[in-house]
C-alpha cells in the first residue's frame, strides 16, 4: 500500500463534558482539519458514549462526503481500549453503503458488534476485512459468505462467543468456507472462539487450504485435539509459511511440537483450564 500516514479521531473527556462534542461532529471535524487531505489511514477511536450512540452519523457523514473521502485507503473504526469502551458495548453501525462510496480502500476494520450490518458487500480493490468483537453475528458472517471481494487477500474474523452476540455454530464456519469466494486469499483468520478445536477441523479441510500463506487460529480454546489436528494436516499444504495459535489451552509438549514444524509458528501463551465443581471452563481472549 506504499507510504502510510495515519491518524486517529477520538473524542476524550475534555472534548465530550467541556466542549460538548459528539457523535454528530465528528466527520465535520475530520473534514476540518488541515492534516485530512494527506492521510492515506484514518482511525476512529471513541466517538463518545460509544455505548449508547452508534457510529451511524459517521458512516453516513463519510458516504455524503464521499468525494473528499476517496484518498483514504484504511479505514478503522471503533479503535478504543476497554476503559473507553467494552468491546461487546460499541454500538457499531450499518456499512451497506460504504462500499461504493470509497472504492479506493483497500483495508477495513470494524472493532464491535452492536448493530453492526454489513448488508451486500461488493468492492473491487478491497484487500483487507478484519472484525474485531466478542461475538460476531450470523448475518454478520452471511454478509461475508456472500461478499464480491475479487481482491481480499486477508479476512480475520473474531467469532466470540453466544453472551456476547455470536447466534451461530461450527456449520455457519463451515457454510462461510464452503460459500465464500475469495479467489486471492492468503490470510485466513478464525479466531477468538470458545470452539477452536471445532473451527479448526473445519478450517482444515475447507477449500482455502490450498490458497493460503498464514493460517491464524488464535485466541481461543485451542486444545491438544485441535493441536494434533494441525500437525498432521499443515505438512500437506506447502504453501502455509505462518500459523497462528498463541493464546491457546494447548500443553507445553504440544506447543513445542508444533513450533518444530518447518514454518513460522506462534504457540505461546498457554493457559491452563479452570475447573469448578467438576465443570471445565476454557475461554476465549476476547469476550466483554
Known amino acids: 500500500m506504499g507510504a502510510e500516514h495515519a491518524k486517529t479521531y477520538s473524542y476524550g473527556y475534555e472534548e465530550c463534558i467541556k466542549q460538548e462534542k459528539s457523535v454528530e461532529d465528528m466527520v465535520a471535524d475530520i473534514l476540518a482539519d488541515p492534516e485530512f ?135 455457519t464456519i463451515r457454510q462461510l468456507l464452503e460459500q465464500a469466494d475469495f479467489p486471492k486469499l492468503t490470510y485466513l483468520g478464525i479466531t477468538d472462539s470458545e470452539i477452536q478445536d471445532e473451527l479448526a477441523e473445519i478450517v482444515l479441510g475447507s477449500k482455502f487450504m490450498g490458497q493460503i500463506e498464514t493460517l491464524d487460529l488464535s485466541l481461543g480454546t485451542l486444545t491438544d485435539q485441535g493441536g494434533q489436528l494441525l500437525l498432521t494436516e499443515i505438512p500437506k499444504w506447502p504453501n502455509i509459511k505462518t500459523l497462528d495459535v498463541h493464546y491457546n489451552y494447548l500443553s507445553e509438549q504440544m506447543a513445542k511440537q508444533l513450533e518444530e514444524l518447518p514454518i513460522t509458528v506462534d504457540a505461546s501463551e498457554n493457559n491452563k483450564p479452570d475447573e469448578y465443581r467438576g465443570t471445565i471452563y476454557m475461554n476465549a481472549m476476547l469476550t466483554e
Open 37 to 171: 487531505p494527506q492521510l492515506t489511514e484514518l482511525i476512529i477511536g471513541d466517538w463518545g458514549d460509544s455505548w449508547d450512540y452508534n457510529c451511524q452519523p459517521i458512516l453516513d457523514g463519510i458516504v455524503e462526503q464521499a468525494e473528499r473521502f476517496s484518498h483514504i485507503k484504511k479505514l478503522f473504526i471503533g479503535d478504543m481500549d476497554y476503559e473507553q469502551c467494552e468491546v461487546s458495548w460499541i454500538m457499531q453501525g450499518n456499512y451497506e453503503k460504504l462500499w461504493a462510496a470509497l472504492p479506493n480502500l483497500e483495508s477495513l476494520t470494524i472493532k464491535g458488534s452492536m448493530e453492526l450490518e454489513l448488508g451486500d458487500i461488493c468492492h473491487q480493490g478491497l484487500k483487507e476485512l478484519t472484525i474485531i468483537c466478542g461475538g460476531l453475528g450470523k448475518d454478520v458472517i452471511q454478509s461475508v459468505q456472500n461478499a464480491k471481494l475479487p481482491n481480499l487477500e486477508k479476512l480475520l474474523l473474531y467469532i466470540g462467543v453466544d453472551n456476547y452476540g455470536f447466534d451461530g455454530s461450527a456449520d
